[in-house]
């Protein structure tokens, strides 16, 4: 039904008189009869009977008039929390990978709890496939994902990516390995007939990888997956293995980093929302502070 409607008939409940809920409303008596007998219509029930030159509200007005109430105000708390210019209020649900979680979003809630306590944030982790497919299914409001620069991730138009920072990656190797020379082409090169250990669920890694040693001239032998970071280093120091780990902060005892230049591998970390729901205020405002700390500590 039109929400609209229901005002002229709240109001008649309330005056008893189409003459005063015209009056009160702005309109003539004609428009406050036409809109009742077009809701009457929609809900399909009389709402109001003639007593006299009056009319009164019949039991269905009534019910109906009591639901409008409550209907009314609803709509206007929903106009007033999706308002862009309304103060921030609601629930945040967030999916990301753990590194963004801990490094950008982590760090806002002290100064967001104690500017904007109607915020809540809630958090989840998971790889970008997941993190966007739940983004998709409107299970949550904001995904945090990554990609690298080697094998960019398309994102569609649907959804609005927003970069946040990047960080330099290189080939996780055992300490004791030669220092091999030359640029990433080498490196990898050095390593064709080594087994490689890559991500167990996002394929970002797997992409990159196999760019650099299309560029080396090998496939690389893809044995083993793993989701955490310190589980391929274990890896690596068992020596089953070769794969990408972030060069900043160093690696465990036993596993090296060789940095990998021209091409370098990057990743980058992205915000990610549903394209228009950037303009719900809540989300709004955590979009710009994650921005914001980003651009504080730009380069990694």
């Given at each position: 039904m039109e929400t609209r409607r229901l005002e002229f008939l709240v109001e008649l409940a309330r005056l008893g008189s189409m003459r005063e809920v015209a009056d009160v409303l702005g309109v003539t008596t004609s428009t406050v009869s036409q809109q009742i007998a077009?809701?009457?219509q929609e809900v399909g029930a009389p709402l109001v009977e003639?007593?006299?030159?009056r009319v009164r509200l019949t039991p269905a007005g009534r019910r109906l008039a009591d639901h409008g109430i409550t209907i009314l105000a609803a709509v206007d708390v929903a106009r007033r929390d999706l308002d862009p210019?309304?103060?921030?209020?609601?629930?945040?649900?967030?999916?990301?990978?753990?590194?963004?979680?801990?490094?950008?979003?982590?760090?806002?809630?002290?100064?967001?709890?104690a500017s904007?306590?109607?915020?809540?944030?809630?958090?989840?982790?998971?790889?970008p496939t997941e993190a966007l497919a739940l983004l998709a299914d409107d299970a949550v409001d904001l995904a945090l994902v990554y990609e690298?620069?080697?094998?960019?991730r398309p994102f569609g138009r649907r959804v609005q990516a927003t970069p946040l920072w990047s960080a330099p990656w290189g080939l996780g190797v055992p300490a004791a390995d030669a220092d091999p020379a030359g640029d990433a082409v080498a490196v990898f090169r050095r390593y064709a007939d080594r087994d490689w250990i890559v991500n167990s669920r996002?394929?970002?890694?797997?992409?990159?990888?196999?760019?650099?040693?299309?560029?080396?001239?090998?496939?690389?032998?893809?044995?083993?997956r793993a989701d955490s970071l310190s589980l391929v280093e274990d890896l690596i120091v068992s020596g089953l293995g070769v794969?990408?780990?972030?060069?900043?902060?160093?690696?465990?005892r036993g596993v090296r980093v060789l940095p990998l230049r021209g091409p370098g591998v990057r990743l980058r970390a992205r915000a990610v929302v549903a394209r228009g729901r950037e303009r719900w205020a809540p989300l709004a405002l955590v979009l710009a502070r994650l921005t914001g700390s980003s651009a504080a500590r730009p380069g990694r």
């Open positions: 077009a809701l009457a003639p007593v006299g030159r210019g309304a103060e921030p209020a609601g629930t945040v649900r967030v999916a990301g990978f753990a590194t963004a979680i801990r490094r950008s979003l982590l760090p806002l809630l002290p100064d967001l709890a904007h306590p109607h915020v809540r944030l809630v958090c989840a982790e998971h790889e690298y620069d080697l094998a960019p996002n394929t970002a890694d797997e992409d990159a990888v196999a760019v650099l040693a299309a560029l080396a001239g090998f496939t690389p032998r893809l044995s083993h794969g990408l780990l972030p060069e900043h902060p160093g690696p465990r």
